[in-house]
């Protein structure tokens, strides 16, 4: 089946450490994109890459990383320096052949503990 | 950047059509407006997307008036499954990389069906 993998789906980390969430596509689309959602709340973009070795901060990057060595893989690290990382992360992908649409995976839960 | 702005909430009950509307008044030319669906801890699922017009799906309607500076998602018939947050969501598609920030996802409608 063609689609977005995230993992793992629920992830638990102490304070201090860094942990990194999986994404993984498919459908040869050319760009991906990383999102966090807090309860409640809409999506905030915090990463996004248009094509392999490049990515761009989004509107809240401070305290996460990510690396673009493969079409198909667009890793998110959550570093110690985020101060509130317990949220919902989705991982998203699209092209221009297929409209430039966003899909999404099904999300990744990170909890802080 | 185009905000968009929703109803927080939502009620209606099984079979009923529900519209939702969406305001976006500051649309830019090149923006193009999607519906995307999303359930508690998964991702948003794509629904149905247009430019002008009336665009119709095998789930959905979209009814864009001519200055676009609304847009509005018909769901027919709903089913207690239709119960989740829906997103407007309005941006330049086709220039998304160097402007993935004018693709802006408010808070979205909590739509709830009831038997």
């Known amino acids: 089946d063609g689609g977005i993998t995230q993992s793992p789906k629920y992830l638990f980390r102490k304070e201090g450490q860094n942990v990194t969430l999986s994404c993984e596509q498919n459908l040869n689309h050319d760009a991906m994109y990383w999102y966090r959602q807090d309860p409640g709340q809409g999506l905030r973009l915090i990463y996004y890459s248009q094509i392999v070795n490049d990515f761009q901060k989004g509107d809240i990057a401070e305290g996460y990383s990510v690396s673009r060595e493969k079409k198909e893989s667009f890793p998110l690290t959550v570093t110690s320096a985020q101060k509130n990382p317990t949220a919902f992360y989705l991982c998203?992908?699209?092209?221009?052949?297929?409209?430039?649409?966003?899909?999404f995976g099904e999300g990744s839960w990170l909890t802080v503990v | 950047l185009a905000k968009t702005t929703q109803p927080i909430s939502m009620d209606s009950y099984e079979g009923q059509e529900v519209n939702i509307t969406c305001s976006h008044n500051?649309?830019?030319?090149?923006?193009?407006i999607t519906w995307y669906q999303q359930f508690p801890s998964q991702g948003p699922r794509f629904i149905i997307q247009g430019y002008k017009t009336k665009v119709t799906n095998e789930v959905a309607s979209l009814f864009i008036p001519a200055d676009r500076k609304s847009s509005t998602l018909s769901l027919p018939r709903v089913s207690l499954s239709d119960t989740a947050v829906y997103y407007c969501l309005v941006g330049d598609l086709m220039n998304y990389g160097g402007s993935q920030g004018n693709l802006i996802f408010g808070k979205g409608t909590k739509l709830s069906v009831k038997p």
């Open positions: 500051n649309i830019a030319t090149n923006d193009y």
């Open positions: 998203a992908s699209s092209s221009r052949a297929s409209g430039n649409t966003i899909y």
